[in-house]
Nanobody, 116 residues
Framework: VQLQASGGGLVQAGGSLRLSCAAS????????MGWYRQLLGKQRELVAI???????NYADSVKGRFTISRDNTKKTVSLQMDSLKPEDTAVYYC???????????WGQGTLVTVSS
């Protein structure tokens, strides 16, 4: 499984950014795609995930501000980030996991910087 992420960058607090990720390879079957983020020196944490059945889960810290969406035909997942805060600054990683397994596949990471 290969994941190619795009988007990210520098934005002022209150602004918006959109991340996108395209999956390729052996990605048939039910799966979960989404985004995690990692701050320097901290563990990677869940931001938002979406199943191939369109169930979603968000971190409490981003609920109401971030929206995850996916296109199962195009094998893509996107994260619309609105009302960004400086504490959202992190490297964001796209992830893919086959339903019922614990093997995570990761994209290359994209840096999001929110200035105050």
């Amino acid at each position: 499984v290969q994941l190619q992420a795009s988007g990210g960058g520098l934005v002022q607090a209150g602004g918006s950014l959109r991340l996108s990720c395209a999956a390729s390879g052996s990605i048939s079957g039910d799966n979960i795609m989404g985004w995690y983020r990692q701050l320097l020196g901290k563990q990677r944490e869940l931001v938002a995930i979406s199943s191939s059945g369109d169930a979603t889960n968000y971190a409490d810290s981003v609920k109401g501000r971030f929206t995850i969406s996916r296109d199962n035909t195009k094998k893509t997942v996107s994260l619309q980030m609105d009302s960004l805060k400086p504490e959202d600054t992190a490297v964001y990683y796209c992830t893919w996991r086959r339903w019922g397994t614990t093997t995570y596949y990761w994209g290359q990471g994209t840096l999001v910087t929110v200035s105050s």
